[in-house]
């Protein structure tokens, strides 16, 4: 009889145990779920915020323009500024106002109104040659998503052809502080004063990638730094895990060598990093 009531007594508290340790299972698993629903609302009103203008011309017209745009969806002034500078980057100063909306239709109508002109002067020009030309212009603005997070980084990207031996291609980054929303610019991020110490990293980085020792054999290998020297650009990427110096077209190249960029990660840069980079 003692032998069976303290088996009765274990199995009693094992049956205690295992509903303890299930029940604490459920919570968890409540938890989590709790959790992927928050995340999922969070995800979606950043998603939201995010609006996008898209235009595509038909695909067989000669004188094409695509939009592709996205931009913030204006239901603050910090929003409003944000659009601002990306209307400015993408379209320069000939359209103002804050109505991001009414400035792409204005600059999509002039835009289209201007290639279908010139393309048809040229053919009148030039005859038959040109009856197949093609002119196009596209226009293509995202927010990064290698940025910092820390910033937010726009991307502005031009790619057009309207007659000559090629097109060109232009790439814009836009950093603006995720805190009060205004533009950085370098002197904000890096100790400027010690530009020939940061230019000798940015060569160093320059040289690895292209797997060479001195400025000669680049140049002689891809052409790079045969049409200038490096400089602090102010067209750059604040990413997670360094700085991105972009060079366009004919900066530091000629246009077969493309444009060039250079990452340099923020461990080598600590030295000369200010501002938001050092919080």
């Not at 090629?166 to 790439?171: D, P, Q």
């Not at 650009?233 to 004919?250: C, D």
């Not at 000629?254 to 923020?266: C, K, L, R, S, V």
Request: aromatic share 10%.
């Amino acid at each position: 009889m003692k032998n069976m009531n303290i088996k009765n007594i274990f199995l009693a508290l094992f049956l205690i145990s295992t509903a303890a340790i299930v029940s604490s299972c459920n919570y968890k698993q409540t938890n989590k779920a709790d959790n992927t629903e928050q995340n999922a609302e969070n995800q979606q009103e950043e998603t939201s915020n995010v609006k996008k203008i898209v235009k595509k011309d038909s695909e067989d017209s000669h004188a094409r323009i695509d939009y592709d745009i996205e931009y913030l969806n204006p239901n603050d002034q910090q929003s409003i500024n944000i659009n601002s500078a990306i209307a400015l980057d993408m379209w320069g100063n000939e359209y103002e106002g804050d109505d991001f909306i009414q400035i792409a239709e204005k600059a999509y109508a002039s835009e289209k109104a201007t290639i279908e002109k010139n393309l048809q002067e040229d053919i009148d020009d030039f005859g038959g040659e040109y009856d197949n030309l093609e002119y196009y212009l596209s226009r293509k603005g995202t927010f990064s998503k290698d940025a910092s997070d820390k910033v937010i980084t726009y991307i502005t990207e031009i790619n057009d052809y309207s007659g000559g031996a090629h097109g060109s291609y232009y790439k814009i980054y836009t950093n603006f502080d995720k805190q009060t929303y205004k533009k950085i610019l370098l002197t904000d991020i890096l100790n400027t004063a010690k530009e020939n110490e940061i230019l000798d990293l940015m060569l160093k980085q320059l040289l690895k990638d292209n797997k060479v020792k001195t400025a000669e054999e680049l140049m002689e290998k891809t052409a790079i730094l045969s049409v200038s020297d490096l400089f602090l650009t102010e067209n750059f990427l604040i990413g997670k895990n360094g700085l991105t110096f972009h060079f366009g077209q004919y900066e530091i190249a000629p246009y077969a060598a493309g444009t060039t960029e250079i990452t340099i990660d923020y461990t080598s840069l600590k030295p000369y990093l200010t501002g938001i980079l050092t919080q």
